[in-house]
T-cell receptor
Framework: DAKTTQPPSMDCAEGRAANLPCNHS???????VYWYRQIHSQGPQYIIH???NNETNEMASLIITEDRKSSTLILPHATLRDTAVYYC???????????????FGKGTHLIIQP | DGGITQSPKYLFRKEGQNVTLSCEQN?????MYWYRQDPGQGLRLIYY???????QKGDIAEGYSVSREKKESFPLTVTSAQKNPTAFYLC??????????????FGEGSRLTVL
């Protein structure tokens, strides 16, 4: 079973910040939170990952709660091209294999409205 | 540019036929993975390999086979034993040591349709 829980869908107005939540209450101390997104009929694309500190890159920001049981991916100024399915997974860094932690749930279908 | 190449992008086969999907990466990654995705569903792990000449079953390995004779290549065979082979197949790879990252890199996928 997936180790994360995400809402199945969300809407956001173009130009506004999109905040995508993820619950991972059973996360282990050595597991990172990774976010990917998948545009229809394409391979998923890596967005960002973090352990416990907040992270920011050119695509998004990742906010992880102090207890690490949940996180939020923030797209600061959503555009129509950000419409995609967003997946949150947890896995230990350098865990080269194992089904555990490398199974993607259904994710959140983010729809950006014009 | 470095990346993962999957081929063919679209494939049709008749029932009872085996088909092999190609996955090649030039990222020098040790670990490679095969996922299956059905409409409206997440990704389910079929097989993975952490090193050449070694691979393990994922959650839904029945009806599939793989080989890892070279670091760059991880082909997936969908056999006639797979009951519902029509799906979107994704290959991915990642490093397993050193430095920052650890993210999975995905190919663009192969869509298999059984007629």
């Amino acid at each position: 079973d997936a180790k994360t829980t995400q809402p199945p869908s969300m809407d956001c107005a173009e130009g506004r910040a999109a905040n995508l939540p993820c619950n991972h209450s059973t996360i282990s101390g050595n597991e990172y939170v990774y976010w990917y997104r998948q545009i229809h009929s394409q391979g998923p694309q890596y967005i960002i990952h973090g352990l416990k500190n907040n992270e920011t890159n050119e695509m998004a920001s990742l906010i992880i709660t102090e207890d690490r049981k949940s996180s939020t991916l923030i797209l600061p100024h959503a555009t129509l091209r950000d419409t995609a399915v967003y997946y949150c997974i947890v896995r230990a860094l350098w865990s080269g294999g194992g089904a555990d932690g490398l199974t993607f749930g259904k994710g959140t279908h983010l729809i950006i409205q014009p | 540019d470095g990346g993962i190449t999957q081929s063919p992008k679209y494939l049709f086969r008749k029932e009872g036929q085996n088909v092999t999907l190609s996955c090649e990466q030039n990222l020098n990654h040790d670990a490679m993975y095969w996922y299956r995705q059905d409409p409206g569903q997440g990704l389910r792990l079929i097989y993975y390999s952490q090193i050449v000449n070694d691979f393990q079953k994922g959650d839904i390995a029945e009806g599939y086979s793989v080989s890892r004779e070279k670091k760059e290549s991880f082909p997936l065979t969908v056999t006639s034993a797979q009951k519902n082979p029509t799906a979107f197949y994704l290959c991915a790879s990642t490093r397993t040591s050193g430095g920052a990252g650890g993210e999975l890199f995905f190919g663009e996928g192969s869509r298999l349709t059984v007629l």
